[in-house]
C-alpha cells in the first residue's frame, strides 16, 4: 500500500526555519491537491497551505507572509518551506495528497519551536 513519506521536522529556535518535504512511497496517479495540514496537542487539526497542479496556493492566515508551499509535479513532491517560525506553530505536520480516487495522508512529523 502507498504511504506518504515526510521529512524535515525537528526542534528550533523562534525566528528560525524549517523545510519539510513529502512524497509517495509509490505511484499514485494523478495529483490534484497537496497540502499540509497540522495538529497540535489538544487541538484538532487544521490546515496550513494547500497547493493545485497548476500552482494555485491557498494558507492559513496564520502562517501567511511566513511559509512557502511549493511542488514538484515530476517528483510527485510537496515541500513547505518555513520560515520566522514562532514557538505556537509547534505542532505535527501532516501531508494530504488528493487524487481522484482518494485522499492520502502522512504519518506526520514533530516541528517543535522553542522560545
Known amino acids: 500500500q502507498v504511504q506518504l513519506e515526510e521529512s524535515g521536522g525537528g526542534l528550533v529556535q523562534a525566528g528560525g526555519s524549517l523545510r519539510l518535504s513529502c512524497a509517495p512511497s509509490?505511484?499514485?496517479?494523478?495529483?490534484?491537491?497537496m497540502g499540509w495540514y497540522r495538529q497540535a496537542p489538544g487541538k484538532q487539526r487544521e490546515l496550513v497551505a494547500t497547493i493545485t497542479t497548476g500552482g494555485t496556493t491557498n494558507y492559513a492566515d496564520l502562517v501567511k507572509g511566513r511559509f512557502a508551499v511549493s511542488r514538484d509535479n515530476a517528483k510527485n513532491t510537496v515541500y513547505l518551506q518555513m520560515n520566522s517560525l514562532k514557538p505556537e506553530d509547534t505542532a505535527v505536520y501532516f501531508c494530504n495528497f488528493q487524487t481522484m480516487w482518494r485522499h492520502y495522508w502522512g504519518q506526520g512529523t514533530q516541528v517543535t519551536v522553542s522560545s
Open positions: 509509490g505511484s499514485i496517479g494523478v495529483i490534484y491537491v
